[in-house]
């Protein structure tokens, strides 16, 4: 494989679980092949609204987020 980029994102919070060892092995193996991979999973990333008693930022005003990513695209 040249020139392939391969990203596993992994949704599951619970440590080691089964579906995150299946995308570990299924990203390895890609680059056991020669792909460029990356690996995310859900506990490396700032998910506010599944931490328990932590309070979540307050909301944007309507069309403020899609208004910031079209001037950036």
């Known amino acids: 494989m040249t020139g392939v980029r391969i990203v596993g ?3 599951t919070l619970r440590a080691e679980s089964t579906s995150e060892q299946a995308l570990k092995y299924a990203v390895n ?3 056991e092949l ?3 991979t990356e690996l995310i999973v ?10 328990p008693g932590r309070q979540l930022p307050a909301a944007a005003p309507c069309g403020c987020w899609t208004r910031s990513v079209a001037r950036t695209a």
């Open 9 to 11: 994102i992994g949704g």
């Open 42 to 51: 859900a506990t490396e990333l700032d998910l506010p609204m599944y931490a």
């Open 29 to 31: 193996a890609a680059a």
């Open 34 to 36: 020669g792909a460029e």
